[in-house]
């Protein structure tokens, strides 16, 4: 009797085992179908945000930019000379910050260039 | 009903057992199996397939190229109930030929091609035609944001994706890879590159010349920032105009630089001690040497001090001063800097230099290189050299990869000669012919080149010319190399109808430096007494 008892306390716990065993593999296949989607939409973004950023670099090439702010803007590329860094922009105090040497800054400015100026709201309502 | 010990309910219930397990570790197998080696499984493929070339970055991370995902279209050409009407649509919709399809269409192959790297959209409007038989195959096709800007360093690629020229196909072995492929980063500075394109369209157009080209080069790292050849051609295009051209004129090609080349006459003279820069030589109306007579390309004092030789650019001045260095200390200077064998770069493109061999390098060829001609080089080449003498005498080799430090190599040139150089390529642009490439604030030294080019069967041309500047900024202590050529030049009403280099490449140089010094973080050197507040 005990033995029979015994076998079939094995039995049910095989069966309960597997019952187990097959739910976790399931959940794990599952889970397997949902990364895969997860997974491919991850790349699909990238893929997407790549393109994106590719397209950007483009609009934003500098000839381009140069060219819409003559046409639009009247802007012109006669005054680069005012550039500057910020550590050599000439400050108001005696003594210079963090050690450095007092610097010059751009000053020398070319003759303006007359270039055709245009008001940007009209040049936007073009 | 023993056996060994074991009753037959006994084996039944080990046998039981046994299956038992055995079923359990089938099921422990297949678990393993998905949950832990069929993990790369779930990784989806199409990023690796569709991306197969690493990115491309200049130096501040600002990309330059990249490749975008498209489709490969193919069909099935028995499912079309009319196939001419199916060759119309497809061509209309991916701008294949029609004909093409349609002799595809009516063939025994059972699959064609129908058009390669076709966009998203164009993908989207041929599946909205509803055709059945029709596949879609992830591809790439390589980007450049930068279009014509930076087409001759970059090259362009193949429909493969393999790479068929500039970088592209020089670092083919870094860049090719999947998605975890890491970009590669240039020393390219896109914001230099648009600069030079820039100045050397509007140097190219006003003086209607056949092409130009330019580069940006880092003395002391051997970086090249930009470098550009005109005519270039559209990458993102794979159909070159009547216009374009795909050769790369500052790499590939060799030409006589003519003046420029005095730089180096006077380097080794000064690394020799063969003369001082105020040593004072006869110029003449001509310079005999044997059955060749060398003369001036513009009216020449009777005496010039030698600073005032290479600031005027005499020909007969410099020939003299070479005379002294001799033949064959004269060639093995220029092999050491690197002008007798190719120049190898990260770039395919390269040329071989045209120099008189040892045995026929005789007094006139000496005289002559040394006022450079008789010798061709690639401007690439030239640069590389020019950046060894004034960055302290050591050697560089240019280089289109970003670097970390100072990259020069072997001492070359004696300090004191780097010095004593770059104070003559000051005066140069003080008082000589490189006036016009002058920048308020930034020290610019310089030399002017004007060759008259070689005829195919001898001989030179007189009327058509190969003008360039070699500029250094800042020049005590010089950070960047920028050289311009200009290929025919003509001259304009402003410039009285001169095509000279003074007239040509020099201003376009130090337009050049103007914009780019201040983006480059070069102070500016200017005393300006400031009103009392």
Known sequence: ?126 | MTNGGMTLQQRRIVIGALLCAAAFALVEVRLVDLALLKKGDARTASAAEVVSRADILDRSGALLARDLPVSDLYARPHTFEDKREAAHVLAAATGADERRLLALFDSRHPYVLVARQISAEQEAHVRALGFDGLEFEPSAKRFYPGGRATSQVLGVTDPDNNGLSGLELGLDGKLKGNDQSPPVETSLDMRVQFILADELAKARATFAAKAAGGLVLDVNTGEVLGLISLPDFDPNDRALGPADSQRNIIAQDVYELGSIFKIFAFTLALEDHTTNPDEVFPIGQGFKLGRFTIHEAEHMPATLAAKDVLARSSNIGTAQIALRSGGARQRVFLARLGLLTPLRTELPEQARPLAPSPDHWGMVETATIGFGHGISVSPLAFAAAAATVVNGGRKIVPTFLKQSGDARGEQLIKPETSAAMRALLRYVVTNGTGRSADVPGYDVGGKTGSAEKTRAHGGYEAHKLVTSFCAVFPIAAPRYLVFVMLDEPHGTKETGGFALAAYTAAPAAGRVVARIAPLLGIPQRIEVARENS
């Open chain 1, 1 to 126: 009797m005990l033995v029979r008892l015994v076998n079939f306390l094995c039995v049910a716990i095989i069966g309960m085992t597997v019952l187990a065993n097959y739910r976790i593999s399931e959940q794990t296949r599952l889970a397997g179908i949902e990364l895969r989607a997860t997974n491919r939409q991850i790349a699909e973004d990238r893929a997407a945000t790549a393109v994106l950023e590719a397209k950007w670099e483009q609009l934003a090439e500098p000839s381009r930019v140069q060219a819409m702010a003559q046409a639009k803007l009247g802007m012109n590329d006669g005054a680069t000379l005012q550039l500057s860094a910020l550590e050599l922009l000439p400050r108001h105090e005696d003594a210079p910050l963090g050690n450095t040497e007092v610097q010059q800054a751009s000053v020398d400015i070319p003759a303006p260039v007359s270039p055709k100026v245009v008001r940007v709201s009209d040049a936007i309502g073009k």
